[in-house]
């Protein structure tokens, strides 16, 4: 094997630094070493598949199998969508520009209903195996489900256990929908000397089909069950008000005008939207939608288009009201006149005042608006040509019926009126400007960030674990070797693996929540591929400088990957950890909040001390009648009647 | 030329190297000492080359390579080296492990000092001071050549001269092509001849 040339080198070496002879008894330590030791199971390629195995379960069970509760679903929709978080503002855009007397919400169009479709469908069944005797969940079910008889029966067995207040409500609801409906001239709120406006009232009414009068036994039921609402809640206007609609369509009017005046007196106007928008979050939530998708979608799920019949009844009898007044006025019973129109008035003001939702209190204002407008009217610049209005592009002008108000209730009672109306208008104003700090959303994007990061910077993880299974069972020991990358080499390009990722946070740390959604979309995905290339490209470049002499470059690229994986993986670990924290802590948070503040309180808040003494500018109104009457209000336009009710 | 050729012949003798990895991979206690007779001595003069005669390290390290051996011989694939290549480089592992850790330890082992005790084993007391001289000798000699050669010339001449390892053992040993390790020993060797010669 070696040439005469090898043996006198292998003598120098020998003599230079003599082998020494292996001590006595090495083969029985060798021996005995040897025999504890047993050949390592599952060698190296079924290491590799078993550790690919279960990468790839994690992967999977990481990225699909929760998928269909997981708040990362719930993220996602909420990030597209939003819809039924921003009820709000919807209901809002559909009541601006001084139509708050229209403002319903319109949800029709909701990609939303996909989602809660299936839960529809279950509800019932759900609540009976689960919740049979709980009624704020039979209340929550009976509102959700789209079988009405079904729906009937839970919200019956919720309001006889007497132990939940909100389970009126959708129960009456139910029974006026199974019950009779009714179209008459005063619904419309036309004035009874405008013939032209008479007759095409007449005219709608005989296109609808509907009777001008109801019978006393197909009404029965439903009067019984609003009138078991007012023995069960005797200080709530509402199931008076809809006595009254029923009572104006029984003709009996003298005790319609009595009811009114007695809903009047009444402080308090309440529907529980509130309760019933927790009870359906609850009741979503338990069903397997995550919590913040529970909470936000369940101002669709609570039906506000189904539910917002409970308003329109108000602004229908605000005009019957103002119809009836105006009726009076002309007949010579000024009394009455005052009272269909006062009672009008103060039963908006509680509105406003008593509403746990945006939609009530902008109700409210109308029905306020509605019975003061025989005596100031609210007129658009558009409409009477005078710039600069202070007022949501307005001001105040006397109403038609101005002179007769003030000689009724006096000058400073029309005045006190007049400051009412301005108040109420400038704090639709604020809430216009303030609705975008105050919305549900902006909750629901403050917590969505950590949660979306976190999230990636795990699925981050889980690729580089991947990665280094893969690494890790090949030739790790010849990889090892074929690089010196010092400690703090290693921590440099461990940490710089992960700055993209936590760049993205920096970076979207002081946006606002405006067009979060794309950009994030965008962004995140952008900093993990950058993360993922810098951590396999750094080590590349670093094994030129770092590898051995005798080593490949591929070979030393390997063992900095093998080196620098871990840093980078324990950086993404703990940036995942703390990043969960902060997203529990904050959705912990924002579901308390949630829970804790209605939608009116929050709204409130966010506008501060200016809610309570909104500013009253100057030139606000004028004591003078419009330039032009007939074109700026809508005294001269048929609306909607009874048989109106809801557009869905 | 003798010596060579009764290497070569005792090898004949040997185990087949199938044989043998058949058996580690059953566990069998007959092939572990097989492994150890055949393998054994050549790690150990091996280790001991490289720490410098503190020869209980280098037993450790031979018996630490026989032990990593047998819990590993599932990887080790016949298809991409021989067996005694495959051996050498988990030596050659340690080796640079333990390299590696005297480096962090930055304080002379004592396996850097000469030792008395094996010159006298094989020189005898009687010519103590001629086989001092002749062994200080030599070591300038090894210091000039190492100091001559390259890392990697060095570790090829001395896996050829004094481990008696093929040129495709040398490669599957340092990862690199027969061809590679060819040029290698030929520059090794008439480098290493020219600062003999001189020296002489």
């Known amino acids: 094997m070696t040439d005469d040339f090898g043996n006198k080198v292998a003598e120098l070496m020998e003599k230079a630094e003599p082998t020494p002879s292996l001590r006595s008894g090495w083969k029985g330590r060798a021996l005995a070493a040897l025999a504890q030791a047993r050949p390592a199971r599952g060698a190296s390629r079924g290491r590799w598949i078993a550790n690919t195995a279960v990468a790839v379960i994690v992967l999977v069970a990481l990225g699909f199998v929760p998928y269909s509760t997981s708040t990362s679903k719930g993220m996602m929709a909420a990030a597209e969508q939003a819809a039924a978080a921003d009820m709000a503002a919807r209901t809002w855009e559909t009541a601006s520009g001084g139509e708050a007397d229209r403002a319903e919400p319109r949800v029709e169009e909701s990609p939303e209903e996909e989602r809660i479709a299936p839960y529809r469908r279950r509800a019932v069944e759900f609540v009976e195996r689960h919740y049979a005797n709980d009624p704020e969940m039979l209340t929550a079910a009976g509102s959700l489900t789209d079988d009405g008889k079904a729906g009937l029966a839970l919200l019956k067995r919720a309001v006889e256990t007497g132990k939940y207040p909100a389970a009126w409500a959708p129960y009456v609801l139910r029974v006026m929908q199974a019950g009779p409906r009714y179209d008459r001239v005063g619904a419309y709120g036309v004035d009874p000397e405008d013939l032209e406006g008479l007759a095409e009232a007449e005219k709608l009414i005989r296109e609808s089909g509907l009777p001008a009068k109801l019978s006393p036994e197909e009404t029965a039921p439903v009067l019984a069950a609003i009138r078991a609402w007012q023995a069960a809640d005797p200080q709530n206007a509402l199931p008076v008000v809809l006595e009254m ?38 009741l979503l939530s338990r069903m397997g939608m995550s919590q913040w998708q529970a909470i936000s979608t369940s101002y669709l799920a609570t039906d506000l288009p189904t539910d917002s019949r409970l308003y329109p009844p108000l602004r229908t009898s605000s005009r019957i009201a103002t119809y009836e007044g105006r009726v009076a006025q002309i007949e010579g019973r000024p009394k009455d ?48 040509g005078i710039p600069n209005g202070p007022v949501m592009g307005g001001r105040y002008f006397y109403g038609p019926q101005h002179a007769f108000y003030v000689a009724q209730v006096g000058e400073a009672a029309d005045a006190r009126l007049r400051d009412s109306l301005i108040k109420g208008k400038m704090r639709s104003q604020l809430l216009r400007e303030n609705l975008r700090r105050a919305k549900l959303t902006w909750s629901d994007m403050r917590a ?7 999230l990636s910077a795990a699925e981050l993880l889980v690729l580089l674990l991947l990665l280094f299974a893969a690494i890790g069972t090949w030739a790790r020991r ?82 900095n990957l093998r080196q620098t994986l871990p840093i980078t993986i324990a950086l993404c670990a703990l940036i995942s950890v703390g990043l969960g924290i902060a997203a529990k802590m904050l959705h912990a948070k924002w579901v308390r909040e949630w829970y804790k503040h209605e939608e009116m309180a929050r709204v409130v808040r966010a506008i501060g001390p200016a809610w309570a003494n909104p500013p009253i500018p100057a030139d606000s109104w004028r004591a003078e009648y419009p330039p032009e009457p007939r074109a700026e209000g809508r005294s001269g336009q048929v609306q909607r009647g009874m048989r109106g009710r809801g557009r869905r | 030329m003798a010596e060579a050729e009764t290497r070569a012949a005792a090898r004949s003798t040997e185990v087949g190297e199938d044989r043998l990895v058949s058996g580690l991979r059953k566990a069998d206690p007959g092939a572990c000492a097989c492994l150890c007779e055949q393998f054994g001595p050549r790690i150990h003069k091996f280790t001991a080359r490289h720490v410098r005669g503190d020869g209980q390290l280098a037993e450790e390290m031979m018996v630490q390579t026989l032990v990593d051996a047998v819990r590993n011989i599932g990887r080790f694939d016949p298809r991409r080296s021989q067996f005694s290549a495959w051996l050498f480089g988990i030596a050659r592992r340690q080796v640079q492990g333990e390299l590696r850790r005297q480096s962090r330890r930055k304080s002379v082992p004592a396996s850097a000092q000469v030792s008395m005790d094996v010159l006298v084993e094989q020189a005898g007391p009687g010519d103590m001071a001629a086989a001092v001289a002749s062994r200080l000798d030599a070591q300038r000699q090894v210091a000039r050549l190492t100091s001559y050669l390259s890392d990697i010339e060095m570790e090829v001449l001395m896996l050829h001269c004094m481990d008696q390892l093929s040129l495709k053992e040398i490669a599957q040993i340092m990862g690199r092509s027969e061809r590679a390790i060819n040029s290698l020993l030929h520059r090794a060797r008439q480098k290493a001849r020219e600062r003999l010669v001189n020296d002489d």
């Open chain 1, 337 to 384: 006149a005052i009272a269909w129109w006062n009672g009008t008035i103060s039963l908006g003001q509680h509105m406003q005042d008593s509403a746990d939702s945006l939609i009530g209190f902008l109700v409210g204002l109308a029905v306020e608006g509605i019975g003061a407008s025989p005596t100031w009217r609210w007129c658009p610049d558009r409409m009477t």
């Open chain 1, 245 to 282: 609609t029923y009572l104006y369509g029984l003709h009996e009017d003298a005790q319609a005008l009595s009811r009114w005046e007695y809903a009047a007196s009444l402080p308090v106007v309440n529907n529980y939207l509130g309760d019933r928008l927790r009870a359906m979050a609850r």
């Open chain 1, 478 to 559: 010849q990889a090892d070797e074929a690089t010196g990358l010092r400690l703090l080499w290693k921590l440099v390009i461990g940490l710089v693996a992960v700055l993209p990722v936590a760049s993205t946070v920096i970076a979207f740390r002081p946006l606002m929540p405006g067009g979060l959604d794309s950009q994030m979309a965008a962004v995140i995905p952008g900093g993990l591929a950058l993360s993922f290339l810098v951590a396999l490209l750094l080590p590349l470049l670093a094994a030129r400088s770092s590898r051995r002499p005798s080593a490949r470059l591929a070979t030393a690229w390997r063992g």
């Open chain 1, 448 to 454: 969505l960030k950590p949660l979306a990061l976190g």
